[in-house]
């Protein structure tokens, strides 16, 4: 047995879920454009490969909505906390 307790192990991309919040809050009160730069900061400010990072904020940048972009985010942050999307 080589785990000492049931909790499992995930990888953390550093985003939390108060950035995630955080974010949800502006949806509505941010423009697209706007919205997509605070999208493009929680991916850079997390802990992700520079590779992982690069690959999301083009996914962001090329998306024609909020919803999109949130999608993308939200899709990031469940992938890196171990829940494969």
Do not use: H, P, W
């Not at 550093?14 to 730069?37: A, C, H, P």
């Amino acid at each position: 047995m080589t785990q000492k307790n049931s909790r499992s192990r995930v990888k953390e991309d550093g985003i939390g879920q108060d950035r995630i919040q955080e974010l949800y809050s502006k949806y509505e009160s941010l423009n697209y454009i706007d919205f997509i730069g605070s999208c493009v900061e929680v991916i850079e400010e997390s802990n992700a490969s520079s590779k992982t990072k690069e690959k999301f904020v083009r996914l962001l940048q090329s998306t024609t909505s909020k919803d999109k972009a949130i999608k993308t985010v939200t899709n990031f942050y469940l992938a890196g906390n171990g829940l494969g999307v």
